[in-house]
């Protein structure tokens, strides 16, 4: 008997077919991060389907995705969706020499001196003080609640693929990274043109593919 996609909701584990997905709203994105081998960051997400089911981002020109369950370390990413801010600091660009020799100097004031003796307090690095700040959007905000239109690969196939959504966004995911970098879990683009950009001409869509 071959199973229903609404017996595919409740089949963990089980694999749904990309034409399956492409029609489904994204309701929830959970990561879990993690390392590995000290020098790895390494994330997994788990992309909620119309509040029914999660799937993994599959592989290449693959057909169909894993229906998975989410780890209980996975949280989602769209708890905060407020612009992101970026402090500016060091105004006077110093060095970090100059900067700790500033602030010892700083620590031996007699008035620091005697705040310190009475108060156990130590002056602040005043050039890591931000005396700027701007605000940066945050784009995770195009992601929640978008429909899925179509699924993109790269030519080599040994990648993950690519989610298109309704308003022209698209979704990947790197699983490992070099630890630091900031670039294990979640990659998002604001268009084809930025994707293509970053990866390339060579993409074939799902839609295009000559056995769909």
Request: glycine content about 6%; some cysteine.
């Amino acid at each position: 008997m071959i199973p229903t996609l609404k017996d595919l909701y409740s089949m963990p584990d089980k694999a749904i077919m990309i034409e399956d997905i492409i029609g489904k709203t994204i309701t929830d994105i959970r990561c879990k991060y993690g390392e590995e081998d000290g020098w790895l960051d390494t994330a997994e997400c788990f992309i909620e389907l119309d509040h029914k089911l999660y799937i993994d981002i599959p592989y290449g020109d693959a057909i169909d995705a894993l229906v998975v369950e989410p780890t209980p370390e996975a949280k989602t990413i769209f708890e905060n969706l407020a612009d992101i801010p970026h402090y500016f600091v060091n105004k006077e660009g110093k060095t970090i020499a100059e900067v700790a020799k500033a602030y010892k100097k700083r620590k031996k004031n007699v008035f620091n001196r005697l705040k310190k003796i009475l108060f156990d307090y130590d002056p602040p690095i005043k050039e890591y003080k931000p005396y700027k700040v701007e605000y940066h959007e945050n784009k995770l905000k195009y992601i929640i609640n978008r429909t899925i239109v179509n699924y993109l690969w790269e030519s080599d196939r040994t990648e993950k693929g690519f989610f298109e959504l309704d308003n022209g966004y698209l979704i990947s995911e790197q699983y490992m990274a070099p630890k630091g970098t900031g670039l294990a879990g979640l990659h998002y683009y604001d268009s084809l043109d930025t994707l293509k950009e970053r990866k390339g001409e060579n993409l074939t869509r799902h839609s295009q593919r000559k056995d769909s």
